[in-house]
């Protein structure tokens, strides 16, 4: 009989033993007559019983060596045993994959705002409701490329809506009230040299220089290699802002990380950069400020919004040789944070009336006292800084901001010489970007939480006041976040009565948020502006000295995953 046979009769004779075996009458079974069982032969019996007695023995001296080595010590595990502390853990989700290869994300808001004062525009004043849907698609087959589409439905304000509109289609359909298009909002491919840093091309969003809104944040075709990595780095990129061909900025930046920590939940770091921003555009419309302004359908006739000559013909520049450079640093340590930048504006422009595509410049810019002039070119240099400093803790900051932009003193325009001159001010590439206020800056929304305040340019602004953001530690609850700012032209502006007037007015910014959810939330601002003698609802018409209190109430409703 083989060895596997008389092993398994040896299991079979066992299962037929007529008493349990334990621990000390084990160590005596030596013998093969020890155990009474069945009529099978004993022999394999007595060597499984022999194995598990060896097994019960090894069993008893590591327990006794256990036991000698633990004596009145602690193990050495808790010894060197640390607890969490705050922060010192993330918790991760599992991502639910519903279309195989692609990863998906929404940004969501309702918003509800009602804004009042005495002398309100119409467009501004009411309640307004509208919604902001971005759906976030991005394809996941490759560790290091992917192609990022967000796609944002064109979706009227709730107050526009009207079921009495006729139908686009002549076939029979329910009344639609509210006229939905689809906006590919951004559309780029991403390759990934490594985890935190990438090269981006095509449509995307991107915010340079400063990187609070004071220079260049917009979204359109181009593309950015983002270095995240490393103590130092050098992104760079270019980015398509007109229809002509040289109508680009171009961007380069040397970074510097001296650290970069966790410690106790807070973020310590020393991070310096220097930047520069190469920027060319033609036909750029001159706001009423002496800024970029907004082109209107019909570019050749005047809105009152831009600069004009003496016959009401808009004036257009044409940006030469036009640099942004500057300097921006963030310090954390400890209870202690440090925000500064600065950038300057070197260049000239070309004015000229409106260039007609495929004929050029047809007019010549008319005034009164003075030879038509074809084109001109001026120079323009100006500046922008803001600090911030502050005290802060887990789910506290608390701080005090200053900003303050370049800008010129006032004239006449009477043969042109509000604009036929050499400029001192400061001009943002994208007006309305810079967020340091909720209610008379915050024109645009990188965030679906942003974007419901007036927009005005930060040229000739200056801007004190403090801040303080606070939330819960423990948990997203709740969540408080306010400021208070005084606001004042650096340059004094004519009101409508030719007196010079400084004082923009006394900002108070309130935002509540509560947490339903870790990934819903509530949010109530009250905003308030008591009107000093220079405030103005734009940044080219005249102040009328009202003095009025503006109160903005909004109600968001926020899902982001």
């Not at 849907?133 to 979706?155: F, G």
């Not at 951004?186 to 991107?206: A, D, M, T």
């Not at 944070?337 to 000239?348: A, E, P, R, V, Y």
């Not at 209610?439 to 602004?461: C, K, P, Q, R, W």
Request: proline share 4%; hydrophobic share 35%; aromatic share 10%.
């Amino acid at each position: 009989m083989g060895e596997s046979a008389q092993f398994t009769l040896g299991i079979r004779n066992m299962m037929r033993c007529r008493r349990i075996v334990h621990g000390p009458e084990l160590l005596s079974l030596d013998r093969p007559h020890a155990i009474q069982c069945g009529a099978l032969t004993p022999i394999p019996c007595i060597s499984t019983i022999r194995k598990i007695r060896f097994v019960w023995l090894f069993r008893m001296a590591m327990c006794g060596l256990l036991a000698c080595g633990i004596g009145d010590r602690p193990l050495a595990a808790q010894t060197n045993f640390a607890p969490l502390e705050r922060g010192d853990y993330t918790e991760q989700e599992e991502q639910l994959i519903l279309i195989r290869g692609i990863d998906a994300g929404v940004d969501y808001a309702m918003r509800l705002t009602d804004t009042d004062a005495k002398n309100l525009p119409r467009d501004l004043g009411g309640t307004r409701m509208h919604q902001d849907v971005r759906l976030k698609l991005r394809t996941v087959m490759h560790r290091d490329i992917s192609l990022h589409l967000t796609l944002e439905p064109e979706v009227e304000p709730f107050n526009d809506a009207n079921v009495r509109r006729e139908p686009a289609s002549d076939r029979n359909r329910l009344p639609e009230g509210q006229q939905t298009g689809i906006n590919a909002r951004e559309v780029f491919l991403r390759y990934n040299f490594n985890p935190n840093s990438g090269l981006i091309l095509g449509k995307h969003e991107v915010s340079l220089g400063d990187r609070r809104g004071k220079t260049f944040n917009a979204i359109g075709p181009g593309y950015t290699y983002d270095c995240r990595v490393g103590t130092w780095c050098m992104p760079f990129g270019g980015f398509r802002i007109n229809d002509t061909a040289g109508d680009w900025v171009h961007h380069l930046a040397l970074e510097y990380t001296g650290w970069e920590s966790q410690i106790d939940g807070l973020r310590n770091a020393f991070e310096v950069e220097i930047f520069r921003l190469w920027y060319a555009e033609r036909d750029v419309p001159l706001g009423g400020n002496l800024g970029p302004g907004l082109q209107s359908e019909t570019p050749e006739v005047s809105d009152g919004k831009l600069a004009t000559d003496d016959l009401d013909q808009p004036i257009f520049y044409d940006a030469h040789d036009h640099d942004y450079f500057g300097l921006r640093l963030n310090w954390e340590t400890g209870a202690f944070f440090l925000n500064f930048d600065i950038t300057s504006s070197q260049g000239s422009r070309v004015y000229h009336t409106y260039r007609v595509p495929g004929q050029g410049i047809t007019e010549e810019m008319t005034f009164d006292d003075i030879d038509p002039i074809r084109r001109r070119r001026e120079k323009i240099a100006g500046a922008v800084w803001e600090s911030e400093i502050g005290y802060r803790s887990l789910g506290f900051l608390f701080g005090f901001r200053i900003m303050s932009a370049s800008g010129d003193p006032e004239r006449k325009a009477k043969n042109g010489g509000n604009f036929l001159r050499t400029l001192k001010g400061f001009w943002e590439i994208t007006p309305g970007s810079y967020r340091g206020t909720r209610l008379y800056f915050n024109g645009t929304d990188s965030e679906v939480d942003g974007g419901a305040g007036l927009g005005h340019s930060v040229n000739n602004t200056r801007l004190m006041g403090i801040f303080l953001n606070a939330s819960d530690p423990d948990g997203n609850k709740v969540g408080y976040a306010a400021g208070i700012y005084d606001l004042r032209f650096n340059h004094a502006i004519r009101d409508q009565k030719g007196k010079k007037r400084d004082a923009i007015g006394i900002e108070w910014d309130n935002m509540l948020t509560l947490y339903l959810h870790k990934s819903a939330w509530l949010q109530f601002e009250a905003n308030l502006i008591q009107q000093g003698s220079a405030f103005r609802y734009d940044d080219y018409s005249v102040p009328d000295n009202k003095r009025e209190l503006l109160v903005q109430g909004i109600a968001r409703f926020v899902y982001q995953f």
